[in-house]
């Protein structure tokens, strides 16, 4: 919900804010004041590309934010297949594969190449919820301990 709100500031009209859990989206977003143009995806990332993007031929995005820490190979994909030419990929990166619990904050431009990469804020570690699409999920944020299900392969 802030994410979306700041993004909407900033001049982005059409939005797509995807995320499985309503409930930052329900605590920060008054509904009733929303454009048409600004939607919300109760579903996972990989469900909105491989449901929704991919099937609907949707246009590419100027921006992708990524509010949960996920694999670089993750954040090259998306970059390289769903932004246009001068978009941006913001997303908390782990420093190592499949490892949850430190993340890089990095901009990738549309071919995959980073364009900014901030490890520490100050003293403090970059370090958000993992991405629950992912097997090697760890913690309490993950399918085991907070009901999410896994999209199933057609």
């Known amino acids: 919900?802030?994410?979306?709100?700041?993004?909407?500031?900033?001049?982005?009209?059409?939005?797509?804010?995807?995320?499985?859990?309503?409930?930052?989206?329900?605590?920060?977003?008054?509904?009733?004041?929303?454009?048409?143009?600004?939607?919300?995806?109760?579903?996972?990332?990989?469900?909105?590309?491989?449901?929704?993007?991919?099937?609907?031929?949707?246009?590419k995005f100027d921006i992708i934010v990524f509010n949960f820490g996920i694999n670089e190979r993750k954040a090259k994909v998306y970059a390289k297949t769903m932004l246009v030419e001068d978009g941006r990929l913001f997303a908390p990166v782990n420093t190592q594969s499949d490892y949850w619990l430190k993340q890089t904050f990095k901009v990738y431009d549309h071919q995959g190449n980073i364009l900014s990469a901030v490890n520490d804020v100050g003293a403090w570690s970059v370090q958000f919820q993992p991405d629950v699409t992912q097997d090697t999920c760890q913690g309490i944020w993950c399918a085991e301990y907070n009901g999410f299900q896994k999209r199933k392969n057609r």
């Open 1 to 59: 919900g802030v994410s979306t709100q700041t993004l909407y500031n900033m001049g982005y009209t059409h939005i797509d804010a995807v995320d499985w859990s309503s409930k930052a989206w329900d605590a920060s977003v008054l509904e009733d004041n929303l454009p048409p143009t600004v939607k919300f995806m109760g579903v996972d990332d990989e469900r909105y590309v491989l449901d929704e993007w991919r099937p609907k031929q949707m246009e």
